[in-house]
């Protein structure tokens, strides 16, 4: 595995995560939640909010109107679809998602959106959990993607610091920890593949580590 396969690597795995997130059988209201899909519910909310000019300009009206008598204090942003072949599109269109709720929520009290399923409290406690877990990701690959050439001596640190973090992550986030931990397996075997490396051998010589942000 050479370093230009980062990309595809973290796909997977964050892929591999999020197919786990709803195989838990639990009573835990919370966790309950993931039972229905969270990321899901999200996309089909986004997707109503964004079904046509006029909903995507109330919203910005909202958030207009919103920030001028001091309800919230809001970027006037659009919300964000998803693209199925790309991790980080899920991870963007819920970090925007998240941002702009007490927006999304007034919008949802127009009488002529009553339609539109609104997400539950448990639905976005735990979809802040899964934004925490994807952001682990996303910095991880910023930092890759800022090299202008990534050595293995580079991407396997960033590897091993990301397993790490995952794995502190776990303790913070229990309801996902198995997804996390689904993640976590995949990267390893990815890991393991790249040590066997006889090119990562050399690299060695040459450390170069990158410090990932421990504040996420």
Known sequence: ???RCFPHVT????KTGLKHLTKIPSDDPEVEALNG????AVRKLVNACRASGQRRELLEEII???NADGSFDLRIVTLLRDVDTRWSSTFLMIDRLLEMYPAVKRLLECPELSDITDLTANQLQVLKDIRLFLNV????????SAEQTPTLSIVIPVYEHLIGMLEDLKR???NISHAIQASIGKLEEY????RSNKVYVLA???LSIPQLPSNL
């Open 1 to 3: 595995m050479f370093p």
């Open 11 to 14: 796909n997977i795995a964050t």
């Open 37 to 40: 899909d969270v990321v899901a």
């Open 64 to 66: 207009k109107k919103g």
């Open 137 to 144: 990701f996303h910095t991880a690959q910023q930092i890759v």
């Open 172 to 174: 913070h986030v229990p």
């Open 191 to 194: 890991l393991e593949k790249s």
């Open 204 to 206: 060695m010589c040459k």
